[in-house]
């Protein structure tokens, strides 16, 4: 078992009123190795700080996670983040976004520049590798993002509505690079989207989330082989007793 959470809550309060509210409430979670969980609710359910709390960023008042059996501390290089408005540095080049965490962790030059060369023809962009954040795409900037979490060879990678801003199509292109980079490198990762759809297409496993507080709800195991097909504003998956045929699951 990869990600081990148990039974964490999470409140936030103002300091001056005193006032607060619960933001999860007892989640218990479980995650394989290679797996891709999709985490599905409406905004404020909690989401995100579910995130926050696997990375480290944050702490549970209640529960604990834990990483291959080792309790989360705080951040790790273990661990990869992707945000929705992509954190770029815009003084910086594409190649050089991206070797940011390299140069943090002090590797020595040739091994950075190596790993760079790596994740910039993994996502596709060696002819945009000196260009400025200014000069890309949103989908570029994205891609941009997702190779600096998996340059540090990163067991998880989290997702927060990575998509979420950008225009339909680029978001259906992104989706599938990221399949296709996950059946590549077969790194875990949990995402999290408001979008049935997207959570279709992409999961193993989909978890749906209740209003604040934060609570699962159900949870869905999507037994489906991929590529999934989507049409008509909806996914269609293969049926497994019948390869010439499909249901519809969004």
Known sequence: MLVDI??????????ETGEGFVALSHISLQMEKEEIVCLLGPSGCGK????????????????????DGVPVKGPGSEIGVVFQDYALFPWLTVEKNIGIGLTVKKLPKKIQQEKIDWAVELVGLREFRHYYPHQLSGGMKQRVAIARALVLDCKILLMDEPFGALDAFTRMNLQDDLIELWQKQKFSTIFVTHDVDEAVYLADRVIVMTP???EIKKEFKIDASRPRVRTGGRVYVPEKQDPGAVRVCG
């Open 212 to 214: 604040s507080p934060g």
């Open 6 to 15: 148990r039974n964490v809550s999470k409140r936030y309060e103002n300091r």
């Open 48 to 67: 995100s700080t579910l995130l926050k709390l696997i990375s480290g960023l944050q702490q549970p008042e209640e529960g604990d996670i834990l990483i």
